[in-house]
């Protein structure tokens, strides 16, 4: 019987690895231009208990007066426009038209703007923002497209900037890990298992984001996270980004 060379072996296991990879996330971009379709107009009322903790976001950020602010992922705006009604400078995107033309639609805010595009390939120059910010989106992804757009979010915060993320928890106490897995996988896509089992902050740290600051909310089943760019050229004094002499 012939052997098979252990570098073809490894090569054939790599291929496999990437088409799986690329299969994943060609699902990804299918399945969520057809649910967001159907689902974009009724976003808001299934995310009515969240709805309270989009001021909190803008307050955990802290940011300067004057920011730039990118809300990637933005669906229907909502934490876009928390953004925008305490005056800052706010640009939403999403992958989903429909989703879009429902931020559009309510945005009362002339600091605010949404444009339909791809977080994995953000169509903005490098430190272009002063905050990016990901709210509840990162548990819909596979975990290929999580960190190419936490990459991406990176590349266009600005060295003095902040990046946020807004997402799924667990609390600490046995009996609460159990109810709320068990209660948010009733209605959340498939991706959710792995996202709420995996290390978020290694995600974050392996994606360029030196974490700053940590917080834990509704009950231990969200967590708000904030860093910069891992390259040790900002730190947080008081809550506000300083510039390292280099």
């Known amino acids: 019987m012939a052997r098979v060379a252990p570098r073809k072996q490894e090569d054939e296991s790599l291929k496999n690895r990437i088409d799986r990879m690329v299969d994943e996330e060609q699902q990804y971009y299918s399945l969520t231009k057809k649910v967001w379709d159907i689902l974009a107009p009724f976003y808001n009322i299934g995310t009515a208990p969240i709805s309270a903790l989009r001021d909190q976001v803008v307050d955990f950020t802290n940011a300067r007066g004057g920011s730039r602010i990118l809300d990637v992922a933005t669906g229907t705006g909502e934490q876009a426009f928390a953004f925008a009604k305490k005056g800052f400078d706010v640009t939403g995107i999403d992958l989903s038209e429909a989703m879009f033309k429902v931020a559009k639609k309510n945005n009362k805010y002339p ?38 757009v936490l990459k991406e979010m990176v590349r266009v915060t600005d060295p003095g900037g902040l990046v946020v993320v807004v997402d799924y928890a667990l609390p ?30 290694a995600l974050l740290e392996k994606s360029g ?8 909310v509704l009950l231990g089943a969200g967590i708000l996270l904030k860093g910069t760019k891992a390259d040790g050229s900002a730190v947080l004094r008081g809550g506000i980004l300083q510039e390292l002499p280099m």
């Open 172 to 201: 600490k106490n046995k009996m609460g890990r159990f109810l709320v897995y068990r209660f948010v996988r009733l209605y959340e896509a498939k991706y959710y298992e792995k996202f709420i089992k995996s290390d978020l902050r």
């Open 209 to 216: 984001i030196a974490i700053r600051e940590e917080r834990r």
């Open 111 to 148: 600091n605010a703007r949404f444009q339909v595009a791809d977080a994995t390939k953000l169509p903005f120059e490098d430190n272009a923002f002063d905050v990016s910010c990901v709210s509840f989106a990162l548990h819909d992804m596979p975990s290929t497209i999580q960190e190419k």
